[in-house]
């Protein structure tokens, strides 16, 4: 099936540091989204993203939506104690359905 | 606003027994809702989707089977539970015009 590559799987920072991750597809997808979970919780929507190229912000948090349509980028600014948790991107296949990548488990040193 | 719910929060079972999840969404009408499972806080599978009532499309097979039941309800049963059935259980629904799925808070099930 579907797959998106979502990278880096953990990332280990200092508060204050700037974050970056991302997914890519070896397919088209017309929408991106990312999400934020907490431990014990639901996944959070953060951005969405409906055209290529788009540039949203929500923020310190700021997501891309590739120009070749086949990946996405989250960036942090100024990491916080509170931005702990796991990162997920998820692209629209179609019917209804997103796939979702595996996660980016971030972890803030304080 | 909409609201998403699920019950029970946590629930631990014998391999075996019949299992019964319920999701209800408030503050919208006809939702698409989905239910996904999650292993080890990673990767989450889609398990089953509705456009409507009486609508369910199933994702993978399993032992788990899906109803609902009125617009706002979807249940995730099971009449025999497996210890693989083990794992955060995750209801979510769209408003069907947009991609954007919105989570509930989870139940997280141990089969033992």
Same mark, same amino acid.
């Given at each position: ?6 990278? =880096?799987?953990? %990332?280990?920072?200092? *508060?204050?540091? @700037?974050?970056? %991750? &991302? ?6 997808? &017309? ?7 907490? =431990?014990? *919780?639901? =996944? ?6 409906? /055209? ?17 349509? /086949? @990946?996405?980028?989250? &960036? ?6 509170? @931005? ?24 803030? &040193? =304080? | ?19 019964? +999840? $319920?999701?209800?969404? $408030? ?16 990767? +989450? ?13 199933? $994702? ?39 991609? $954007? ?7 997280? +099930?141990?089969?033992?």
């Amino acid at each position: 099936g579907q797959q998106l590559n979502q990278s =880096p799987q953990s %990332m280990f920072i200092q *508060e204050g540091e @700037d974050v970056s %991750m &991302n997914c890519t597809s070896s397919s088209i997808f &017309n929408t991106w989204l990312w999400y934020k979970q907490e =431990p014990g *919780e639901g =996944p959070v929507l953060l951005i969405a993203l409906y /055209k290529a190229g788009e540039l949203t912000s929500n923020g310190r948090l700021t997501a891309q939506f590739g120009i070749t349509r /086949k @990946d996405s980028f989250l &960036n942090i600014s100024a990491s916080i104690p509170s @931005d702990v948790g796991i990162y997920f991107c998820a692209g629209y296949l179609g019917a209804q359905k997103l796939v979702f990548g595996q996660g980016t488990r971030l972890t803030i &040193n =304080p | 606003s909409q609201t998403i719910h699920q019950w029970p929060a946590t629930l631990v079972q014998p391999v075996g027994s019949p299992l019964s +999840l $319920e999701c209800t969404v $408030e503050g919208t009408s006809n939702p698409n809702l989905y239910w996904y499972r999650q292993a080890a806080g990673r990767g +989450l599978q889609l398990l089953f989707y509705s456009v409507g009532i009486g609508q369910i499309s199933s $994702e993978v097979p399993q032992n788990l089977s899906a109803s609902r039941p009125q617009d706002r309800q979807f249940i995730l049963s099971s009449k025999k539970l497996l210890l693989s059935d083990s794992g955060f259980y995750l209801c979510a629904w769209s408003p069907g015009q947009t991609y $954007e799925q919105y989570f509930g808070p989870g139940t997280r +099930l141990t089969v033992t």
